[in-house]
C-alpha cells in the first residue's frame, strides 16, 4: 500500500467529498490554477474547473462571506484561509455571522475554514498561528485539529458533512513529514472524539496537533525510566472529549496539557479548570500546561525553537510532578 | 490581651488530644501554671496549666471534645480586660513537648519554625498485658513541630486531593506516613503502599481493602435498668487498639520459669529500712530489672524490634514497667536501666509508678521502652502470659512471691526447706525468637536471681 502524506490525506479528502456531493467546493486564495500555496489543492481545478474551485482576490472577509452566503444557500464550501493567521481579518465573518446563525435564524450555516496552521517552520509572527482559544469562547462552531494523516482526512470528511461551521485547523509542519497508509474505503472521524494514542497508567499528556510527537518522543523516553504514560490526542477542540480527558485523569492522577500556542489564556486553560471542577477528587498533583511563550512568535530559528514547547520541556514537567 | 490556650503537643506524632475535665470554669480567675484542664491523649494523660494569669472567658473545646494539636480550647483575658477581645496572643508553648509547658511563655512566633524536637517518635509503650503503640515507626513520619502555614507542611499534611480521599475512604492519618513526595508529600503510590503492606496500619481501622476479621455477633444490650452503657475512655480505646494490634502483630508464645527469689529476699529485708531512710521503697523489682540487663546484654535478640525484612537491635537497655492506674494502665520507662544501681532503680520505679498515678508522666516518660517487665503477681497470681508491648519482642511476667516447700537438693542429701518462690513468664515473639533462645535467656535470669550476687 502506498503511503499518503498529511496534505494529500486533506486534499484526497476534498476531492472525495467533492464527487460523492456537488454541493460541495473549494474557495480561497491561489485554490485554483496555483493549487494551493502548499499544492493542497493541486490537480482540483482541472477535475472540478473553475466554478468548484474558485480562486479569490486577497481578502480572507469576502471569501468567509461568500462561503458563508453559500451554505445558508444549501452549498457545502470549504474555505481556505492561505494561512490561518489571516482568519483574523475573516473574524467578524465567522464568529458573528456563521457561527450564530443556526441560533439567530435556525439556519446551518455548514462551511469548513481550514488552512496551514503552526510554528516550527520558521514563519514569523504572521505564519505560526495556532488560533485554537480565539474561537474557543465563540458557541455556534466546531474546532478540530488533526495530528495524523488518518485523522486529517476522517475529521476533514466529517467537517464537510457537519451542518455546523467547522474551523478545521491543519498544521503545516506536518504537511509533507507524516505519511500513513490510510483505508481505501470512504470512512470519517467523528468530531468530539478524542484518540488514546498510547496507554499508561503514572502520567496522562492531553494534546493535539503536531505535540503528539513530542507527547510520543517524551513518554518513549519516561518509558526508559519505567513510566507509564498515556498519550491523549484530542483531535477535537470543540466538542471536546470530556470523557477520555476524565477517564484518563482518574486512571493516572497527573496530567500535563501540551499546546503548541502560548501558555496564557490557550486551550489548555479550559481542559484545566474541566479537570479541576470534574476530576478533583483524583488529581495527586497539580495540572501542569506545557505550552508556548507568551510572546509573538519569533522569526529567528533558534528563538523560534526555545519558544515552542519540545520533549525536554515535556520531561521536565513530567518529573516535576512525578516527583511531587 | 486575651490569651489562647491551645491543644499542646504531648508528644511527637500526636495529632491530637481529648479534653477530660476542666479545672476551672468561665469566669473564674486562673494564675499562671495553675492546673486548668486534663487532657488524655495516644500517649499520655495529662493536666495543662494555665499559660497567663487573667480569667477563664471562654471554654471552647467542651469535656469529651477531641481537638487537633495547637487548636485553641480556651481564652484566658488579662485582669480587668473585657472577655473576647480576642487577640491573638498564642502565648501558650503550643510545641511544647511535654506538660505541663515551661513556666514562662514564649514569645508567640508569627512564622518562625520551632526547633525540631530530639528525638524521633517512638511507639509509647503502655501497660500490661500490654500492649503495642499502634505505629510502625519506619512508616511514621517523626512529627516534629512545624509551621503548620507553610508550603511544605501543607503539602506534608494536605497532600492532594486524590490522596485525602483515599484516606478518608480508608481512615487513614497521612499526617503520619511518611511521603516519598515533595515535602515528605505523601504519593498515591505512598498511601497504596501502606494500606497494602501486612503490617497493620497506623490507625485503628483497618483499610477497606483488609480482609474483615471475624468480629462476634454486634451487641444486642440496650441501655435500661440492667445496663448501662458507657462511651470508652480515649486511654481504654487506646489499650483495645494496642492489644488487638499487637496481637495480630507477632507470634506470641510464652515460656513459664519457677525462680528460687529466697536470696534476694533476705537482701531485700536486710536492706529495707536503710533504703527506706533514703526516700526508696526496696521492692523485688529492681533485682529482676538488674537480672533482665544482664540476660539482655548476653541476649540481644530479645531486645530488639523486627520488620518484614530486618532486626532491629537497641543498643539502649530501657525497661518498660506497666503499672495499674484505676482507669487502666500505662507503661512508663526507665531509660539506660543498664546504668543504674538497685538504689537508683528504686528511686526511679517509685518516682515513675509515682508520676503515674497522679498524671504527671511527660511523653518521654514513655517512649523509648525496648523491654517491659510487668507484675501479674500484684495480687497473688501465679503467672500472666502477657501481650507484648510493640515493637518490642519480649515481655516479663513476674508472678507473686511466695513462700513454699521446695525440695532442695544438699550434700547431705535432699530436703524439703521453705523457699520464697515466684514464677516468671516470658512472652516473646516466635517470629524472631525461637524456644530455645528465650528459655536460654530465662534460664540465665533464674541463675542470676537465685545467686543473689546484687551490689546494694
Known amino acids: 500500500m502506498p503511503e499518503t502524506t498529511y496534505l494529500d490525506a486533506i486534499r484526497e479528502a476534498m476531492i472525495e467529498e467533492m464527487r460523492r456531493d456537488p454541493r460541495v467546493f473549494l474557495i480561497g486564495e491561489d485554490v485554483g490554477i496555483y493549487g494551493g500555496a502548499f499544492k493542497t489543492s493541486a490537480g482540483m481545478i482541472e477535475e472540478f474547473g473553475e466554478e468548484r474551485v474558485i480562486d479569490t482576490p486577497i481578502s480572507e472577509v469576502a471569501i468567509v462571506g461568500a462561503a458563508s452566503g453559500a451554505a445558508l444557500m444549501g452549498m457545502r464550501p470549504i474555505a481556505e484561509m492561505q494561512f490561518i493567521d489571516f482568519i483574523t481579518v475573516a473574524y467578524d465573518m465567522l464568529v458573528n455571522f456563521a457561527a450564530t446563525s443556526r441560533y439567530r435564524v435556525g439556519s446551518p450555516c455548514p462551511i469548513v475554514i481550514r488552512g496551514p496552521a503552526g510554528g516550527g517552520t520558521h514563519g514569523g509572527p504572521f505564519h505560526s498561528l495556532n488560533p485554537e482559544a480565539m474561537f474557543m469562547n465563540r458557541p455556534g462552531l466546531k474546532i478540530v485539529a488533526p495530528g495524523t494523516a488518518y485523522d486529517a482526512k476522517g475529521l476533514l470528511k466529517a467537517a464537510i458533512r457537519d451542518d455546523d461551521p467547522v474551523l478545521f485547523i491543519e498544521h503545516k509542519y506536518l504537511y509533507r513529514r507524516i505519511k500513513e497508509e490510510l483505508p481505501i474505503e470512504d470512512y470519517i472521524v467523528p468530531i468530539g472524539k478524542a484518540n488514546v494514542r498510547r496507554s499508561g497508567s503514572d502520567l496522562t499528556i492531553i494534546t493535539w496537533g503536531s505535540m503528539i510527537y513530542v507527547a510520543d518522543d517524551a513518554a518513549a523516553e519516561l518509558a526508559k525510566d519505567g513510566v507509564s504514560v498515556e498519550v491523549i490526542d484530542l483531535r477535537s477542540i470543540i466538542p471536546f472529549d470530556e470523557e477520555a480527558i476524565l477517564n484518563s485523569v482518574a486512571k493516572t492522577n497527573r496530567v500535563i496539557i501540551l499546546h503548541e500556542a502560548p501558555l496564557t489564556g490557550g486551550a489548555g486553560a479550559e481542559f484545566a479548570a474541566r479537570i479541576a471542577e470534574k476530576a478533583f477528587d483524583y488529581l495527586d498533583a497539580p495540572i501542569k500546561r506545557v505550552a508556548a511563550l507568551d510572546v509573538p512568535t519569533p522569526y529567528s530559528p533558534p528563538l523560534e525553537a526555545f519558544y515552542l514547547p519540545n520533549r525536554d520541556k515535556v520531561l521536565a514537567a513530567a518529573r516535576e510532578l512525578l516527583a511531587y | ?456
Open chain 2, 1 to 456: 490581651m486575651a490569651t489562647d490556650v491551645v491543644m499542646p503537643q504531648m508528644g511527637e506524632s500526636i495529632a491530637e488530644g481529648t479534653v477530660v475535665r476542666w479545672l476551672k470554669k468561665v469566669g473564674e480567675t486562673v494564675e499562671r501554671d495553675e492546673p486548668l484542664l486534663e487532657i488524655s491523649t495516644d500517649k499520655v494523660d495529662a493536666e495543662i496549666p494555665s499559660p497567663a494569669n487573667g480569667t477563664l472567658t471562654e471554654i471552647i473545646a467542651q469535656e469529651g471534645q477531641t481537638v487537633g494539636v495547637n487548636t485553641v480550647v480556651a481564652r484566658i483575658a488579662a485582669q480587668g480586660e473585657a472577655a473576647g477581645t480576642g487577640a491573638p496572643a498564642a502565648t501558650s508553648p503550643a510545641t511544647a513537648p511535654v506538660a505541663p509547658p515551661p513556666p514562662v511563655a514564649p514569645p508567640p512566633p508569627p512564622a518562625p519554625k520551632p526547633a525540631p524536637q530530639p528525638e524521633a517518635a517512638a511507639p509509647a509503650p503502655q501497660p500490661e498485658p500490654s500492649n503495642p503503640a499502634p505505629e510502625q515507626p519506619r512508616d511514621l513520619e517523626s512529627a516534629q513541630p512545624r509551621d503548620p502555614d507553610s508550603l511544605d507542611e501543607r503539602r506534608r499534611t494536605k497532600s492532594s486531593p486524590l490522596v485525602r480521599k483515599i484516606a478518608q475512604e480508608n481512615n487513614v492519618d497521612i499526617t503520619r506516613l511518611k511521603g516519598s513526595g515533595v515535602s515528605g508529600r505523601v504519593t498515591k503510590n505512598d498511601i497504596l503502599d501502606f494500606m497494602q503492606r501486612p503490617t497493620p496500619p497506623a490507625t485503628p481501622q483497618p483499610p477497606a481493602t483488609e480482609q474483615p476479621t471475624p468480629r462476634p455477633p454486634a451487641m444486642t444490650f440496650a441501655a435500661g435498668e440492667n445496663n448501662r452503657i458507657e462511651p470508652l475512655s480515649v486511654m481504654r480505646k487506646k489499650i483495645a487498639q494496642h492489644m488487638v494490634l499487637s496481637k495480630q502483630t507477632s507470634a506470641h508464645v510464652t515460656t513459664v520459669f519457677e525462680v528460687d527469689f529466697t536470696n534476694i529476699d533476705k537482701l531485700r529485708r536486710q536492706h529495707k529500712d536503710a533504703y527506706a531512710e533514703r526516700g526508696a521503697k526496696l521492692t523485688f523489682l529492681p533485682f529482676v530489672i538488674q537480672a533482665i540487663v544482664a540476660g539482655l546484654r548476653e541476649f540481644p535478640v530479645i531486645n530488639a524490634s523486627m520488620d518484614e525484612s530486618s532486626v532491629i537491635y537497641h543498643r539502649d537497655l530501657n525497661i518498660g514497667i506497666a503499672v495499674a492506674l484505676d482507669w487502666g494502665l500505662i507503661v512508663p520507662v526507665v531509660k539506660n536501666a543498664d546504668e543504674k544501681n538497685i538504689l537508683g532503680l528504686s528511686k526511679a520505679i517509685n518516682d515513675l509508678g509515682e508520676r503515674a498515678r497522679t498524671k504527671k508522666l511527660s511523653p518521654d516518660d514513655v517512649q523509648g521502652g525496648t523491654f517491659t517487665i510487668t507484675n501479674p503477681g500484684i495480687y497473688g497470681g501465679l503467672f500472666g502470659t502477657p501481650i507484648i508491648n510493640q515493637p518490642q519482642v519480649a515481655i516479663l511476667g513476674v508472678g507473686g512471691v511466695k513462700k513454699r516447700p521446695v525440695v532442695v537438693e544438699t550434700k547431705e542429701g535432699d530436703v524439703i526447706a521453705i523457699r520464697s518462690m515466684c514464677i516468671l513468664s516470658l512472652t516473646f515473639d516466635h517470629r524472631l525468637i525461637d524456644g530455645a533462645v528465650a528459655d536460654q535467656f530465662m534460664a540465665r535470669i533464674r541463675a542470676i536471681i537465685e545467686a543473689g550476687q546484687f551490689t546494694l
